[in-house]
Every structure is written in structure tokens, then in C-alpha cells.
């Protein structure tokens, strides 16, 4: 179902301390193809976060979104909403579009759990 990642967009210019150590809250963007479609993501803290708007969008575009919250809420996916250097990243790599003020994000973890999850699930009628 998942795939390994295509490659990287590049990396935010990271803040480095006279220790070499990078700061809190610096991560880098790519791109996964996740069931068959293009998903860009930043690598935040060792974990892949996935923007809600372009998984709910792309990914589960023939789905009602009220379908997808309730699953959400049934599997406990708690989403955690982005800071606006991470916007403005995602913006950069076409995930969310350039018009957003806010963003929300899932971590690869629950995407998987939600896409096994919307397995069942059909296309609208």
C-alpha cells in the first residue's frame, strides 16, 4: 500500500547552534506516493506529517469528509495544526493551496490507519 519516498524537495535552511546541533522545530520537505497518488510532507521531529487538506482532497476525494472525521474520531487520529513556516513549506510544494491561512496535519502512522480503516469505504453515489 505504501511506498517509500520518491525523494526530498529540499530542506529548510536549518538553525544550527554553536554545538552543531539543529534547533527544535527545523524539518524538511518530500514527497510520497501513497496509493497511487503524489503526497508531499515534512519530516518533522523524525516523523512524516502529511497535510489534511491535500489526504482528505487527493487521497479521499470521493469519500464525504464527514466519513473521514468520524473515522478519525473512532481511530483517536488527532491532527495538530502547523506553525506558518511549516505553511508557508507546504505551500512551496503545492500540498496545501497558496490562498490557505491554516493548516492541520496526520502523521504517517494514522494515515496508514486511516486509509486501512476507508478500505471498506466506496466512492459517493
Do not use: W
Not at 494514522?110 to 453515489?125: F, M, N, V
Amino acid at each position: 500500500m505504501f511506498l517509500t519516498c520518491e525523494g526530498t524537495f529540499g530542506i529548510v535552511p536549518a538553525t544550527m547552534d554553536y554545538g552543531g546541533e539543529a534547533r527544535p522545530g527545523d524539518f524538511h520537505a518530500g514527497y510520497q506516493e501513497i496509493e497511487g497518488i503524489n503526497l508531499g510532507y515534512l519530516q518533522i521531529n523524525g516523523t512524516q506529517m502529511f497535510a489534511l487538506a491535500q489526504v482528505l482532497s487527493d487521497l479521499f476525494k470521493d469519500i464525504p469528509r464527514t466519513t473521514i472525521s468520524k473515522k478519525m474520531e473512532t481511530l483517536k487520529i488527532k491532527s495538530r495544526r502547523c506553525d506558518l513556516k511549516e505553511l508557508r513549506t507546504l505551500k512551496a510544494i503545492n500540498s496545501v493551496p497558496t490562498r490557505a491561512v491554516k493548516c492541520s496535519l496526520i502523521s504517517k502512522a494514522d494515515l496508514e490507519a486511516l486509509c486501512t480503516s476507508c478500505k471498506s469505504l466506496g466512492p459517493r453515489r
